[in-house]
């Protein structure tokens, strides 16, 4: 029984502190005024009556009522109930009057004007809000209604009612003010009461965000609650804090909080607090707060919580409960004939079932947990410990962070402490864990079941709050209403303090003679309940099969049989099965059998045999398990011994304590109280014989047996129910016995630790360093009551671990260590200070006496004969490749990649192998052999080449093969490598360290001549390099190297040709020289004088000076594509547009770009410089490609600096005068350099029917500083520039940069000028910036309509023809893609042919990050324990793939807008990454020559080699780029190709194996064509240009060399589907989906033979020795099988193609017959002729020539390869013989490969006069035109085979008639004259007659036509 009332106050305003800015209360009485001895009085309720503050009203306002929660300093809640009202303030009103001035007293009372609050407060320690409500009510009544009743009796009745705690039973009492009340007590008081409070709350916030609000609270959140009403702020918090019934909320719970107090809300621990909303801005400014908005129904998470969920299938279960609870009618909404409603549950009872929902959550999330706590100690108080390990381990959700931060937190804690004793009262709770869980679960899915139990439970809830369902007739008067608005009401009386006293003091008396009603607490034995068990029912793992266990058995057996033999072949296979946990659990079993009175002796190989499954079976143990395995070996360990001398024996524990399980104290602690529970069952057990077994079944079962665990907590309860009945002797008794018990256990495990922690060799404390400190520094792993270890373990807490300042003691490290142990687990057991204290002096001497001993261990153990280990195998080497220092023993572990360790999928185990790893001047070897004896004898080859190495880290390994090797060593390499080893015993570490310092330095050589491309026995060039690239070299420098060159090579002169004094005849290198505009009609141009740069005119005689440049890829390239010639100006033709320019043969104009660059063809070489400053790193824009048909061409250049052409677009001043400055001037020539390019680009219009190039007007881009009115694109844009297959919603920035056209993208300009008849023509050259100048009114057209075909219709007023001819263009001319940050905001603003197109790209950060990530998806350290964790999870969370896909997206759009005719022009960010990537790919898909082997190295040569890729920075290659990290850009082009060649694989000749072996070498630095970042700096080093007389001289490895010399002696990278598609060259449109993206398997490809497949010499000569094995041990290749194993074996060299194959056997045959071995390609060439022949019949009468044609066209449609060529010459002759076909050196297409083996092709053929050259005459000459190889050849006779030259068809831009010149043939016909004219010259012609000369014509131009 207790009051119903502990106090009743009045507080009013306290009118004398008017000073202050906000009012404050005062109690005015207070009753009792002594504090109850058991209930003192709580401080600050005057702050709590008003939350909101005391503030005086004008007006009075109605009575509030609301329960404030005062918490004291034990913990105690005190339920404040306040009950407020407006009463005058009679202090205030004279002050009115005086202010109002009335100057007479009438007499009359005047209505008060000012009103202060004041409250009447009721104080209890029971929860009655409605009780207490309408006690306060009655006394304001009594006041208001002014009742003829005693105020000071009414007060003292409320602490004279005695009301029962609990029970449910039912008491009347009244106040004696005519009323008559009845208080209803709870069945159970620790069931929360709740009324309607929950319901209210999912209500107000709905299911989700109570369910978020719930796991803040058990996840220890600050929750913060607000509303404009104190009272349902009282109901939310009372909601949420019962809903996680059984767990109590500790810490600071405020209903509702103040205003003085809300700093409180900056505490830093969790708290549950309610604040009136009126600060609501004051709340949302914290951070680490979670906020309901109770009105609003909202909740604020903020960012930086992360809110633990749910374990599923638990979330999900709840939530669906949910909902079919507070949504009944929700399963039938979409009945047609819905079932008849039945009536909604009342609120109360709705209230009742949402609790029920969370009862059964807890169920089962607590389910079992009785089975996981352990007794420590019964009397005189239960002490019980929680293993949180074995409950989290044994129920699936070690890894859930949900469920640990439950088990962590203060509520769990209280939760063991209160219902973890086995005798005491019991509630609904404890029988739904023990008895429904199953009934539970069985109803998943079932919803009548399921809300039937529901109900149930709600039933039961219902009834605890409501167990009389009759209640009794209550009276309580209530005021009259409006009462509190009348005008005179007079102020609350005062009560007489003294009549109260004298009251109380009467009834007390009265009760304390009577006896107290005290009820019985019905205690019994709490239900255990069942076992824990996983909540994911899974099924056993595959590792714990029964043939496994047997295996596990049948090893031991033969063990201790001395089976050796048997044993090495079943260890392997026994060690593999102990990964699994019940093969472990067996071994234990099967090793116990054979420990006979504690003890077991072995031999040596018996005791290494154990040891090592030991090992293996503790190796799984870690901090985040349950330590099963390590505390059910821990006994054993200390039986198993060897003895090595007389008084000498080693046992078990010297040889595994390497694991850092020994170093956790949770560990010891959790198997510490496991044992001392046992010691305390076998305590009180009266049979000797259990006491006995239970020493070694008490670890059968994890962590205790059913039964056993069922008997210990029976006997516990037996002697708690029996204790208050004992004597008190006995108690003592018993009490001291159970702490003697723990005492000695202490004991035990003082000495175990010093076991496992002393090692045997004391110089090493390898595992106490290496102990992490957050292990055991954190604690205990449990919560155990009645503990106060934490003030114990203080004065250690400032030390970290076993890390301080003596190291190497580690005596001192490990005494302490114990003594921290025994301090924790001695006071939570409640073992005497006396006790402890013998232990703190006993340690020291048991750790003293044990390191002597094993002094004498060591000693002995030294002297045993090594155990024999395998031969160390030395790898073979390339040449020039050596060993640097010897071999280290090690142990190659495996990785992630579960194929080489048997895998899923079953096979060989081949790792982990024994072996050795080598460091030679190239590679990083391990080669060793395959520890399993069953796998075979064969060779494990691991390697990578030493450049490639991306990271290498010192790590631990448990191997499970010798228990000796700890330390190891991972290495990274970025060819989707990893060398993981454990290194023997033998080698130390200095050794290790050695070898490390070797591997940096040869990573990271100082210089390119000290790489392995150099190393092969040539000594480095005698060249002094740059201190710093690019900085520090001077002009000087740069030219004395590049004129060593030449000078070396004897071909090359460099020098200022414009001084010279002679006037011979000069070729000028296209240079258009004119300062005031650069002429078109000026052909040569005079030399300036002034810069050596822009001066290139050469001598005649000196024409080879340039051959070094012209030899470069680039030059050969520009001739093929027909972009310009070097020769005489009145050869080349007035229409070319562009010309090659030598002016960056010196690298002054840009370092990082090639010697001769493509410009338009006006722009003087004295402007580039000035153009290139507008660039980042001068990379100015140049044609890199053009194309064969539309001539659109694509340029390249790096992104425009801040004052470049975006930076120009931002003058203020647009109509200043002439720049004076330099970064003026350099604007102004490059908006001459754009405007030219926008001239010499094409431009398609719509004239009679067919596409001609026309000219460009001028353009003007600006910035967008109107109103933002971007016209929407039509859909039909992208159909034009994308494929339509590529029409997908494709979520990354590219398409909303390119692709989305709209918005940001391609926004045009809506400005508008009259007209007011200006001249148009400014003149070429007018600037960008002036175009404003212009009159024309030009009306935008909407790009995508324009890029889909459609026009637009004339503005009306624009009678101008050339805006006419604009509005009609299709597609712009040029499209510049820039950066989005450069480009953002600016609009075309007159003319429709150029477009800006903005994009977003990855950075290099981001590849780098990407490269990462997918390196650990590819090549994983470790077998990864989450099974949804696999390879394609990974591979799309490092988001490669998504890059992948970005960049052939960018490349497919700009390859589909060079086909339309649109040139286009890439500048983003330095011009060398992404540039280079989307520029190359674009040329890739447009032109079939670059599918070819010589077109994919011309284009990696010129693209990549000569604009300056950075392969050296990106590849980490150089110590300055040593911190920058890997950047696989081109990694990422080879990528693309490859996914490019799996969709088209007959488009390309060579195979995939050819891009891998790219991959793999140009980061392997075995060549040297990948070193250093541009041409220049290769020049610098003398390594670009090759003296090509003296071979022997020539330094560094070229790859392309190896790649020919490869390819000529057979088909490695060829592709047999080489078939490309007949006809007219066509663009390729790849799929670029992800979902059609394909993962590359050179990622995750494996050679264990051998090691990468790519070192193809080493390949060669290991297959040739193999066969001559073969061959040697007399076996027949027919009938020799070989398991083929694919992480093993090279696939493709041991099971080759079927052409391959065939390929093989003939060279095998001619070799049988010893003739001389044919090229494969002659072979291959004439098998296909044969079968060319087979399959076309021959036609009858046919002309040879056209016979010809018909076989080249079907060798083209069928499977062909293309030979190597050269590029074309015109006017050269060649010769070649007839049996081989046209062979030309120089050829200009691609048809020139395909040659006929007997018949030329001959489709039309004459006699022709050609004029010759300059002043030379007209001679006849033999024309042959070939369709098939698109040639015109001329020959001196009909009957010559070698013709004397060609033009070239596809260089040919028209063939017109002409008139007869000077020098004639004489009787020629003026009509039978007619040019041929190319983009290199013209030539002239004269036939026969016209009608012949029409025919050459006709013929020419169909042939032109059809190309």
């Given at each position: 029984m207790t009051r119903l009332a502990d106090y009743f106050v009045v507080v009013g305003y306290d009118s004398e502190k008017t000073g202050s800015v906000e009012g404050s209360g005062k109690i005015i009485q207070r009753f009792p005024r002594k504090d109850w001895d058991d209930a003192p009085f709580p401080q600050g309720i005057e702050l709590f009556c008003q939350p909101a503050g005391w503030q005086l009203s004008t007006e009075r306002k109605q009575p509030t009522y609301f329960v404030v929660v005062l918490t004291d300093i034990d913990s105690d809640r005190h339920y404040c109930a306040c009950l407020t009202f407006h009463e005058a303030e009679i202090n205030l009103q004279g002050c009115k009057r005086d202010e109002i001035g009335e100057e007479e007293d009438t007499g009359l009372i005047q209505p008060a004007q000012v009103f202060a609050p004041k409250s009447l407060v009721l104080v209890s320690q029971l929860d009655y809000p409605e009780i207490f409500k309408a006690c306060l009510g009655l006394i304001y009544t009594v006041y208001v209604d002014s009742l003829n009743v005693n105020l000071e009796n009414v007060v003292t009745n409320l602490f004279t009612c005695l009301v029962p705690v609990a029970g449910g039973s039912q008491k009347l009492f009244s106040l004696g003010a005519g009323d008559r009340q009845l208080i209803q007590t709870p069945l159970y008081d620790g069931l929360p009461v709740t009324s309607t409070s929950v319901a209210l709350l999912f209500q107000q916030l709905g299911i989700q965000q109570v369910f978020s609000l719930f796991c803040a609270v058990l996840t220890e959140n600050k929750i913060i609650f607000h509303s404009t009403s104190h009272q349902r702020l009282g109901e939310a918090s009372r909601a949420l804090e019962s809903l996680i019934f059984p767990l109590k909320y500790s810490y600071p719970y405020i209903p509702i909080l103040p205003a003085r107090l809300l700093e409180v809300l900056s505490s830093p621990t969790p708290f549950i607090i309610g604040v009136h909303s009126m600060f609501h801005s004051e709340i949302h400014e914290l951070l680490d707060v979670i906020i309901a908005d109770l009105d609003g129904g909202t909740i604020k998470i903020p960012e930086c919580i992360h809110l633990s969920q749910l374990p599923e299938p638990l979330l999900h279960q709840t939530q669906e409960a949910l909902s079919l609870v507070i949504h009944p009618d929700l399963e039938v909404a979409d009945y047609a004939f819905p079932p008849v409603r039945t009536a909604p549950s009342n609120l109360r009872m709705l209230d009742k079932e949402i609790r029920a929902v969370f009862l059964r959550l807890f169920a089962q999330l607590f389910q079992g947990y009785r089975s996981c706590l352990q007794l420590i100690r019964i009397h005189p108080e239960p002490v019980i410990h929680f293993h949180k390990a074995a409950f989290l381990g044994q129920r699936g959700l070690v890894e859930n962070d949900f469920l640990t931060k439950v088990l962590d937190g203060m509520a769990f804690a209280g939760f063991v402490s209160e219902r973890g004793p086995p005798y005491r009262s019991c509630d609904l709770f404890d029988d739904l864990v023990a008895f429904d869980v199953e009934r539970i679960k069985s109803e998943e899915g079932i919803p009548p079941k399921m809300l039937k139990h529901i109900r149930e439970l709600a039933e039961q809830l219902y009834k605890n709050e409501n167990p009389n369902p009759h209640m009794a007739f209550q009276k309580v008067p209530k005021p009259t209403e409006g009462s509190h608005m009348r005008v005179h009401v007079p102020p609350f009386p005062k009560i007489n303090e003294d009549k109260v006293e004298s009251l109380l003091q009467e009834s007390l008396a009265k009760h304390l003679n009577s006896p107290p009603a005290v009820r019985v607490e019905k205690k019994c034995i709490v239900p255990a309940g069942p076992s824990v068990v996983s909540i994911m029912d899974r099924m056993g793992s595959i590792f714990n099969s029964a043939r496994r266990l047997e295996?596990?058995?049948?090893?031991?057996?033969?063990?201790?049989?001395?089976?050796?033999?048997?044993?090495?072949?079943?260890?392997?296979?026994?060690?593999?099965?102990?990964?699994?946990?019940?093969?472990?659990?067996?071994?234990?079993?099967?090793?116990?059998?054979?420990?006979?009175?504690?003890?077991?002796?072995?031999?040596?190989?018996?005791?290494?045999?154990?040891?090592?499954?030991?090992?293996?079976?503790?190796?799984?143990?870690?901090?985040?398990?349950?330590?099963?395995?390590?505390?059910?070996?821990?006994?054993?360990?200390?039986?198993?011994?060897?003895?090595?001398?007389?008084?000498?024996?080693?046992?078990?524990?010297?040889?595994?304590?390497?694991?850092?399980?020994?170093?956790?104290?949770?560990?010891?602690?959790?198997?510490?109280?496991?044992?001392?529970?046992?010691?305390?069952?076998?305590?009180?057990?009266?049979?000797?014989?259990?006491?006995?077994?239970?020493?070694?079944?008490?670890?059968?079962?994890?962590?205790?047996?059913?039964?056993?665990?069922?008997?210990?907590?029976?006997?516990?309860?037996?002697?708690?129910?029996?204790?208050?009945?004992?004597?008190?002797?006995?108690?003592?008794?018993?009490?001291?016995?159970?702490?003697?018990?723990?005492?000695?256990?202490?004991?035990?495990?003082?000495?175990?630790?010093?076991?496992?922690?002393?090692?045997?060799?004391?110089?090493?404390?390898?595992?106490?360093?290496?102990?992490?400190?957050?292990?055991?520094?954190?604690?205990?792993?449990?919560?155990?009551?009645?503990?106060?270890?934490?003030?114990?373990?203080?004065?250690?807490?400032?030390?970290?671990?076993?890390?301080?300042?003596?190291?190497?003691?580690?005596?001192?490290?490990?005494?302490?260590?114990?003594?921290?142990?025994?301090?924790?687990?001695?006071?939570?057991?409640?073992?005497?200070?006396?006790?402890?204290?013998?232990?703190?002096?006993?340690?020291?001497?048991?750790?003293?006496?044990?390191?002597?001993?094993?002094?004498?261990?060591?000693?002995?153990?030294?002297?045993?004969?090594?155990?024999?280990?395998?031969?160390?195998?030395?790898?073979?080497?390339?040449?020039?490749?050596?060993?640097?220092?010897?071999?280290?023993?090690?142990?190659?572990?495996?990785?992630?990649?579960?194929?080489?360790?048997?895998?899923?999928?079953?096979?060989?185990?081949?790792?982990?192998?024994?072996?050795?790893?080598?460091?030679?001047?190239?590679?990083?070897?391990?080669?060793?052999?395959?520890?399993?004896?069953?796998?075979?004898?064969?060779?494990?080859?691991?390697?990578?080449?030493?450049?490639?190495?991306?990271?290498?880290?010192?790590?631990?390994?448990?191997?499970?093969?010798?228990?000796?090797?700890?330390?190891?060593?991972?290495?990274?390499?970025?060819?989707?490598?990893?060398?993981?080893?454990?290194?023997?015993?033998?080698?130390?570490?200095?050794?290790?360290?050695?070898?490390?310092?070797?591997?940096?330095?040869?990573?990271?050589?100082?210089?390119?001549?000290?790489?392995?491309?150099?190393?092969?026995?040539?000594?480095?060039?005698?060249?002094?390099?740059?201190?710093?690239?690019?900085?520090?070299?001077?002009?000087?420098?740069?030219?004395?190297?590049?004129?060593?060159?030449?000078?070396?090579?004897?071909?090359?002169?460099?020098?200022?040709?414009?001084?010279?004094?002679?006037?011979?005849?000069?070729?000028?290198?296209?240079?258009?020289?004119?300062?005031?505009?650069?002429?078109?009609?000026?052909?040569?141009?005079?030399?300036?004088?002034?810069?050596?740069?822009?001066?290139?005119?050469?001598?005649?005689?000196?024409?080879?000076?340039?051959?070094?440049?012209?030899?470069?890829?680039?030059?050969?390239?520009?001739?093929?594509?027909?972009?310009?010639?070097?020769?005489?100006?009145?050869?080349?033709?007035?229409t070319e547009h562009f010309r090659i320019t030598a002016a960056n043969r010196m690298y002054l104009l840009c370092r990082s770009y090639p010697g001769l660059l493509v410009v338009p063809q006006p722009v003087p070489d004295s402007s580039l410089q000035k153009v290139a400053r507008c660039y980042r790193h001068n990379r100015l824009p140049v044609v890199c490609w053009k194309h064969s048909k539309t001539k659109a061409v694509l340029l390249r250049s790096g992104g425009f600096h801040g004052k470049g052409v975006v930076g120009l677009f931002k003058s203020p001043n647009p109509h200043s005068a002439a720049p004076t400055s330099t970064e003026s001037s350099s604007s102004i020539e490059q908006e001459k350099y754009l405007q030219a390019l926008l001239n010499a680009v094409p431009s398609l219009s719509k004239m009679n029917g067919c596409n001609t190039p026309t000219g460009h007007p001028n353009i003007m881009l600006s910035p967008d500083t109107a109103t933002d009115k971007r016209s929407s694109r039509a859909s039909s844009a992208v159909k034009q520039v994308v494929p339509t297959h590529l029409d997908v919603h494709l979520p990354n920035s590219f398409t909303r940069g390119v692709l989305g056209y709209r918005d940001k993208l391609f926004t045009q300009s809506q400005q508008k000028s009259t007209v007011k008849g200006r001249v148009f023509n400014q003149g070429m050259w007018a600037s960008l910036r002036s175009s404003s100048r212009f009159n024309a009114q030009f009306s935008t057209t909407d790009v995508g309509a324009r890029l889909a075909g459609k026009e637009s219709p004339v503005t009306a007023g624009c009678d101008n023809s050339l805006q006419n001819q604009l509005l009609k263009r299709q597609a712009a001319a040029l499209y510049l893609f820039g950066e989005k940050s450069q480009l953002r905001g600016f609009k075309l603003d007159l003319a429709l042919n150029c477009e800006l197109i903005p994009v977003d790209y990855c950075d290099v950060r981001q590849v780098k990050a990407s490269f990462k990530k997918l390196m650990r998806a590819c090549a994983p350290s470790r077998v990864s324990n989450d099974t949804d964790m696999t390879l394609y999870r990974l591979l799309g969370e490092s988001e490669w793939l998504l890059q992948i896909h970005r960049i052939l997206q960018l490349a497919v759009v700009i390859a589909e807008l060079l086909e339309s005719g649109s040139s286009v022009m890439v500048s983003l960010e330095d011009g060398m990454d992404i540039t280079t990537q989307v520029v190359s790919l674009a040329q890739l898909l447009c032109d079939p020559f670059y599918r070819t082997l010589e077109g994919f190295k011309i284009l990696i040569e010129k693209e990549w080699l000569s604009f300056g890729h950075k392969f050296s920075q990106r590849s980490n290659l150089t110590p300055n780029s040593q911190g920058s990290g890997f950047a696989p850009v081109f990694l990422q082009f080879l990528d693309c190709v490859h996914q490019i060649h799996h969709q088209y694989p007959m488009e390309f000749e060579f195979n995939q194996y050819y891009l891998k072996f790219l991959a793999y070498h140009y980061v392997s630095n075995r060549y040297k064509t990948f070193l250093l970042d541009s041409d220049y700096e290769r020049i610098e080093h003398g390594i670009l240009f090759e003296d090509k007389i003296d071979k022997q001289s020539k330094r560094g490895i070229c790859i392309w060399e190896c790649i020919d010399r490869i390819h000529k002696k057979g088909p490695v990278f060829f592709s047999y589907m080489y078939s490309p598609e007949e006809g007219e060259k066509y663009i390729l449109r790849p799929c670029i989906n992800i979902s059609a993206l394909k993962k590359w398997d050179y990622y995750i490809g494996e050679t264990l033979s051998s090691g990468p497949s790519y070192e193809w010499d080493m390949v060669n000569a290991k297959t040739g020795a193999s066969e001559e094995l073969e061959q040697m041990d007399g076996s027949v290749p027919q009938t020799h099988r070989k398991v083929v194993w694919p992480c093993y074996d090279n696939v493709s060299k041991v099971q080759p193609d079927a052409i391959t194959k065939l390929l093989e056997e003939i060279g095998r045959l001619e070799n049988e017959l010893n003739q001389s071995l044919e090229q494969w390609k002659p072979i291959w060439d004439r098998v296909k002729v044969s079968h060319k022949e087979e399959v076309i019949p021959e036609p009858t009468r046919v002309a040879s020539s056209l016979m010809a044609s018909n076989v080249q066209s079907f060798q083209r449609r069928s499977m062909l390869h293309l030979a190597d060529s050269g590029i074309g010459e015109n006017d050269r002759s060649t010769t070649t013989s007839p049996s081989n076909g046209v062979n030309t050196r120089r050829a200009a297409t691609l048809y020139n490969q395909f040659s006929s083996k007997d018949v030329e092709n001959r489709s039309f053929e004459g006699v022709l006069y050609k004029r010759g050259a300059l002043l030379k005459g007209w001679k006849p000459r033999w024309f042959v035109l070939d369709i098939t190889k698109h040639q015109l050849r001329y020959y001196d006779s009909g009957e010559d085979t070698n013709p004397r030259g060609f033009i070239d068809l596809a260089e040919v831009e028209s063939v017109l008639p002409a008139s007869s010149t000077l020098g004639a043939p004489k009787h020629s016909n003026e009509k039978a004259f007619f040019d041929l004219k190319t983009n290199k010259r013209v030539y002239n012609f004269c036939a026969q007659d016209a009608q012949i000369a029409q025919q050459w014509m006709d013929k020419i131009q169909n042939c032109i036509s059809d190309a």
């Open positions: 295996v596990v058995r049948n090893c031991i057996s033969y063990i201790f049989e001395n089976k050796v033999l048997e044993t090495e072949k079943t260890l392997p296979a026994a060690l593999r099965a102990l990964k699994g946990r019940v093969a472990r659990q067996c071994l234990i079993e099967e090793l116990s059998l054979h420990v006979q009175q504690n003890r077991a002796i072995l031999d040596h190989q018996q005791f290494d045999y154990i040891v090592r499954m030991m090992n293996c079976a503790l190796q799984d143990c870690s901090a985040s398990e349950e330590y099963y395995i390590a505390a059910t070996l821990l006994p054993l360990t200390t039986a198993f011994y060897r003895k090595l001398a007389i008084g000498v024996n080693q046992f078990a524990y010297t040889c595994v304590q390497d694991h850092h399980v020994w170093a956790n104290q949770q560990f010891w602690e959790a198997t510490f109280y496991n044992d001392v529970q046992s010691q305390i069952r076998a305590l009180y057990l009266t049979s000797r014989n259990e006491n006995f077994l239970s020493n070694f079944k008490q670890k059968d079962k994890d962590p205790l047996s059913t039964e056993q665990e069922k008997r210990v907590m029976d006997i516990a309860a037996e002697q708690l129910r029996l204790w208050p009945t004992l004597h008190k002797e006995k108690q003592q008794e018993l009490e001291k016995g159970e702490e003697n018990t723990v005492f000695s256990q202490a004991i035990h495990y003082a000495q175990l630790m010093v076991y496992l922690l002393v090692p045997l060799d004391t110089s090493k404390n390898k595992l106490l360093r290496n102990a992490a400190t957050g292990d055991w520094e954190s604690g205990s792993n449990s919560f155990v009551t009645n503990s106060i270890a934490g003030s114990v373990a203080e004065s250690y807490d400032t030390e970290s671990g076993f890390e301080d300042a003596e190291n190497n003691d580690v005596a001192n490290a490990v005494i302490r260590f114990i003594t921290r142990f025994i301090d924790k687990v001695c006071t939570e057991s409640g073992v005497t200070q006396d006790h402890i204290k013998n232990l703190h002096c006993m340690i020291p001497g048991i750790v003293a006496m044990h390191i002597e001993t094993l002094e004498a261990v060591h000693r002995e153990s030294r002297r045993l004969p090594p155990i024999q280990k395998p031969k160390i195998l030395r790898p073979a080497l390339l040449p020039g490749e050596e060993f640097v220092g010897e071999g280290l023993r090690v142990v190659l572990d495996s990785d992630g990649r579960e194929e080489a360790s048997g895998g899923p999928l079953g096979g060989p185990h081949i790792l982990p192998a024994e072996g050795a790893l080598f460091l030679t001047t190239y590679r990083i070897i391990f080669k060793g052999t395959p520890h399993d004896p069953l796998v075979g004898e064969q060779t494990i080859v691991r390697s990578f080449p030493i450049a490639s190495m991306t990271k290498e880290k010192k790590i631990s390994i448990q191997i499970q093969l010798q228990q000796n090797m700890q330390e190891g060593l991972q290495i990274r390499s970025s060819t989707f490598q990893i060398i993981k080893v454990a290194f023997d015993e033998e080698v130390n570490s200095e050794m290790v360290e050695i070898f490390k310092k070797h591997m940096v330095r040869f990573r990271y050589p100082q210089s390119i001549f000290t790489t392995f491309a150099f190393a092969a026995g040539q000594n480095a060039p005698q060249i002094i390099l740059p201190k710093q690239k690019e900085k520090n070299t001077s002009f000087r420098t740069l030219s004395k190297n590049i004129v060593r060159s030449a000078k070396k090579a004897g071909k090359m002169t460099i020098g200022r040709q414009s001084t010279v004094k002679k006037k011979p005849v000069v070729l000028t290198i296209d240079e258009r020289g004119n300062r005031s505009g650069w002429n078109e009609e000026d052909e040569v141009s005079a030399s300036d004088d002034g810069e050596l740069p822009t001066s290139s005119t050469l001598k005649a005689s000196e024409k080879t000076t340039m051959e070094q440049l012209v030899e470069r890829a680039c030059f050969r390239d520009y001739q093929r594509l027909g972009l310009g010639t070097i020769g005489a100006g009145s050869s080349r033709s007035k």
